[in-house]
Structure formats: C-alpha cells, structure tokens
C-alpha cells in the first residue's frame, strides 16, 4: 500500500506544518503539534458522487429503532442504555487491573454464543486471553482471537464480525502515521479508521482506553467526541465492588450506573445493591449520615462519613473522597457561618461509601449532618436518612426525586427521614410508614438531630 502524505497540525490553533516542530510557530504553545494524514483528493466519476442529503420536515422522518443485543451481563446493559445497539461505538476506560479485559472478555464470549465475535488483543497473547477464559469457566469455543497491533491488518478478519473487542486502542497503531502507537496522532487516527469500519459494515466495537494519572481517559478529547457511548470503570482496587459510569451515550442516560463484584468466577452484576454503599456499623461512632442518591433510574442509600481531627500545624486539610472538593468547602463555610460550628482548627476528611462518586447537590445535607455528627461527637441514629441541597444562605432548598428517595429509606426500613420544607407535599404520602421532618434550614437540621436531647 502506497504510504499515505502526514502533516503535523497544532492542536491548538491548526497551524500547519510538514515536519514536527516542539512550539508551534503560529500560536507558540509548546508540544502541540499532532501528526495527521492527508487524505488524497481521488477524482470521483460521475456515478460515484456522494448523495445529497436534502432537509425534510420533522413529521416525515420515519421513527429508526435501535437493534438492541442483550450483553448478557444486566448492569451492562443498564449502563448502555437497554442493550447493546448495532454499529454503535464503546469506549471503556479505566485503571490498570480494574477489570476491563475480563468484563469484556465475558461479554464477548456471552456474545459468542450466538454471534460471530473477534476479540483482538493487542496487549496480551491469544494464549493469555484462553487461560483468562478457562480461568473464568467461558463457553466461548467459538470466539475468534486475534493477536494484531497493526489496525490495517484488521479489516480482512472481520468478514461476517458483529461484535469486535479492541483491546487496547492505545497499542494499535495504523501505517499511515511514523509515530508511535499510544501517541495522541496514532489514537485519534486508529479511532477514526475503526468508527469507518463500524458505520460502513455495522460492526460494534469495544474499545478498551487506558486512563492517564489524571484519571482521564489517555489520547485526544476527540476520541471521546468519536464514540457513541464512553464508559469508565472504576472503583478501589482492593475492594471487590466496582462500579460502571456512562460519561457520553448516544443511546441512554449517563447518570446510570452499574455496579459489579470482582469474583473468582469474574464479574458479575449486583442487582441488590441496596446496602452495599452502607456498613455495618453506622449508627454506633459519630461522623456518619445516610442519604438516598439518585444516580440515572435508580435511588440507593449512601452513607457519607467524615472524619474531624485537630491540625497538627499549617494550614487546615480539606479532604473529599467521592464529592466535589468545592462543595466541601462551601458546606464547612455554611455550617461555620450559619451553625456556629468552628472548623478553622481541624482537618476534615470525608468519604461517601464503596467508592461511589456522589456529585448531585441532594447530598449536601447528609454531608452537613455527617459532619456535625463527627464536630458533636453524637452518632446519628442509623435508621435516620437525611437529603437536600444546602444554600448559602444556610436554608435547604428543594431536590427533584423527592418521593422515589423517600420510598427508597421506607424500602430500607429507614424509621426518620429529614426532607426539605418545599419537598414536603411530595413526601407527606409516606407519614404512616416512616417519620418525615420537614426542614428549612441546616440549623434546624442541627437542632433536630443533636439537640434533641
Ligand atoms: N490468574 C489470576 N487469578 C486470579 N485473579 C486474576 C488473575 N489474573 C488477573 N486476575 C484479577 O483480574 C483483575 C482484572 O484484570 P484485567 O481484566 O486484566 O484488568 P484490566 O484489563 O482492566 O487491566 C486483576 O486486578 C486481578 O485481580
Ligand atoms: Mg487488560
């Protein structure tokens, strides 16, 4: 094959260059240049011109359904949004050992079943990829293994293929670039060529991404622009649990999350996740709340703990696991101006259980709570749930969800729950079966919880 003109283009300004320059010469901003090809302009014949689109009223577009493969891993599918959609691109990030060779090497061979699979593995060998296989009990005598680093070569295996597993985008590489695979060029154009293959000959593909120290996803923003679904899994590596998140879904809500258990026999799905972000002990040591969060369809219990302890020296430590760092920070402020609670002193660390990331603002409550708990040195009753979303002004403001995250603490056998005032309406269905206090400001949170006595 004739090898392809390259250009280096900086990803800042789109300044051109034939060679790789360190600063770019346009906009000055050092190692921004990105190899790229120049795809040759062909002379097309006249029966070969591209069809024209041409713009059609909304009531005549007919209705496209999404041709939906069970993965045969629920929680999966969840994420997804329903299934797995024909064609459709999928990007999963995540640690090095978190799970994602396995997750998908089971999926694949579920897929394999009935389906023609190709599993290429670009960083193991096919006879790594069969012991993890046997390792995990798999039925997948049927699964096709390629071991390939080269994309170019790929297209000629995937005859009758429709469903590919890449793994890993970041060591395949394509000839038409000189830089190395991994390299943000090599990424973004391997991306491109399999999204052609994917569109043109209705392939799915699984692709696995490294995640930079950041936690990012490794290579161009533009390869998540590519994708139709990109999902991250994640979750402490000494833990078992490990939980899904959709970041982009062409075809279903982000907020969903799937949460899985790392087993011997491999990854499965929880589908009683009711108490595993809650332990045993809540209830019994200061410094931990309840909150029911709603992440995508689904509403669970979390518990937030938080840790208050005298600074040894400098400056007081904020440390937020699982919440956002600024949020912390404005809920102390909160609490030190409107409650009289003096942080200044003491370094704070919170934690919301199991790994879970909780970043909607119905938690501020329960963080507020957690927090006063560990300042008093009083438990929280571990039947007690708290949500709502906290002003600045100290006053808690109404959160959407309010009668799913009810049902959810009456489901948990939850004796109290503490809602916003303006939420009430919604929650005053559940009188009978728990004890809902309206409140209206995290004072009277405070007074409610801890001064009761
Ligand atoms: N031979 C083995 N026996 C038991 N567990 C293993 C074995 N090999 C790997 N694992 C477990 O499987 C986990 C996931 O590995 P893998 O799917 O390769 O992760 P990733 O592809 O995300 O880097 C590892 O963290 C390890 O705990
Ligand atoms: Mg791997």
């Given amino acids: 094959m004739a090898k392809l003109n390259t250009r280096f283009v900086c990803a800042e300004c789109g300044a051109v260059s034939p060679r790789w320059l360190g600063k770019c010469p346009s906009c000055g901003t050092f190692n921004s240049m990105i190899e790229e090809t120049v795809a040759p302009t062909e002379k097309k014949s006249a029966s070969e011109k591209p069809v024209v689109s041409r713009a059609r009223p909304l009531f005549e577009i007919t209705y496209e359904k999404f041709d939906r493969t069970p993965s045969g891993i629920s929680e999966f599918d969840n ?3 329903g299934g797995i959609v024909a064609g459709s691109m999928v990007l999963l990030g995540g640690d090095p050992g978190i799970g994602k ?6 999926i694949a061979a579920y897929l394999s079943e009935s389906r023609k699979v190709l599993y290429v593995s670009a960083e193991e060998s096919c006879s790594q990829v069969k012991m993890r296989a046997q390792r995990l009990n798999l039925k997948c005598s049927d699964m096709l293994l390629l071991n390939e680093t080269c994309i170019d070569n790929l297209e000629n295996e995937l005859d009758g293929v429709e469903f590919c597993v890449i793994d890993s985008i970041q060591a395949v590489y394509t000839e038409d670039l000189s830089s190395s695979a991994g390299s943000v060029g090599q990424v973004r154009e391997c991306a491109a060529k399999l999204m052609r293959i994917a569109k043109s000959r209705n392939i799915t593909f699984f692709i696995v991404g490294h995640v930079t120290k950041e936690g990012a996803l490794a290579g161009p923003k533009v390869l998540e622009h590519i994708m139709d679904t990109v999902l991250y899994f994640e979750g402490e590596n000494q833990e078992n649990f490990r939980i899904l998140r959709a970041v982009k879904n062409r075809f279903g809500n982000v907020a969903e999350v799937g949460v899985f258990e790392m087993t011997e026999n491999g990854i499965i799905a929880v589908t009683d996740y009711s108490g595993i972000f809650l332990s045993e002990s809540r209830g019994e040591e200061p410094g931990s709340a309840v909150t029911p969060a709603q992440t995508g369809a689904r509403c669970m219990n979390v518990e937030i703990q938080t840790l208050v302890s005298k600074t040894s020296f400098g400056l007081p430590r904020r440390m937020p ?8 920070a404005v809920l102390i402020a909160v609490l030190e101006k409107r409650c009289g ?12 259980m199991g790994g879970i990331k909780l970043n909607e603002p119905s938690c501020d409550l329960a963080i507020c709570a957690a927090l006063a708990s560990a300042y008093y040195s009083k438990p929280i009753d571990r039947y007690t749930a708290v949500f709502g979303e906290v002003g600045l002004t100290g006053e808690v403001r109404a959160v959407s969800y309010c009668e799913k995250r009810v049902a959810e603490c009456v489901k948990m056998g ?5 809602v916003p005032a303006k939420n009430m ?3 005053v269905k559940y009188a009978d079966k728990i004890s809902v206090v309206p409140v209206l400001y995290v004072n009277t949170m405070i007074k409610n919880l801890f001064k009761d006595e």
């Avoid at 060779?101 to 089971?106: A, G, K, N, R, Y």
């Avoid at 696991?321 to 912390?328: C, P, S, W």
Wanted: aromatic share 14%.
């Fill in 79 to 81: 994420v997804l949004g």
């Fill in 101 to 106: 060779s396995t997750l998908l090497t089971q």
């Fill in 321 to 328: 696991l699982g919440i956002d760092y600024n949020r912390l």
């Fill in 341 to 352: 609670l003096n942080f200044g002193g003491y370094d704070v660390y919170v934690n919301a």
């Fill in 414 to 418: 939850f004796k109290k729950v503490l």
């Fill in 425 to 427: 309406k919604s929650a």
